[in-house]
Nanobody, 116 residues
Framework: QVQLVESGGGLVQPGGSLRLSCAAS????????MGWYRQPPGKQRELVAS???????NYADSVKGRFTISRDNAKNTAYLQMNSLKPDDTAVYYC??????????WGKGTLVTVSS
C-alpha cells in the first residue's frame, strides 16, 4: 500500500498563488506517474497535471501557463505551484500516484478556494 498526503490548500484571493505538496510513503515503486486532479463543487474530477518518472509533463488546457507540476523523487513528493489563481480553480485537489501493475493510489484531497 501507498499513502499519499496532500498539503498546502487554503483560501486565496483571485490572482494569488498556492503551492500544493503530495508526500508518498509505504510501498513506493520508483517507476510511477504522479498527477494532480481536482473536483470543483458539483462537477466531476478532472486531470490538472501529471508528471512521469522520466519527467514528461502534461497539463490541462485550463491551467497551462499558470500551474507548474514538479517532483522530488528522493523525497517521494510531488508539487503543484499554482499562480494567477481564478475563482474557477476552486476545487478539492487530489494527488494520484500510478505505479502501473503495482497499484494506483489517491490522497484524501485538499481544498483550494479562490475568492475575494
Amino acid at each position: 500500500q501507498v499513502q499519499l498526503v496532500e498539503s498546502g490548500g487554503g483560501l486565496v484571493q483571485p490572482g494569488g498563488s498556492l503551492r500544493l505538496s503530495c508526500a508518498a510513503s509505504g510501498s513506493i515503486f520508483s517507476i510511477a506517474t504522479m498527477g494532480w486532479y481536482r473536483q470543483p463543487p458539483g462537477k466531476q474530477r478532472e486531470l490538472v497535471a501529471s508528471i512521469t518518472s522520466a519527467g514528461n509533463i502534461n497539463y490541462a488546457d485550463s491551467v497551462k501557463g499558470r500551474f507548474t507540476i514538479s517532483r522530488d523523487n528522493a523525497k517521494n513528493t510531488a508539487y503543484l505551484q499554482m499562480n494567477s489563481l481564478k475563482p474557477d480553480d476552486t476545487a478539492v485537489y487530489y494527488c494520484n500516484r500510478d505505479q502501473g501493475y503495482k497499484g494506483n493510489y489517491w490522497g484524501k484531497g485538499t481544498l483550494v478556494t479562490v475568492s475575494s
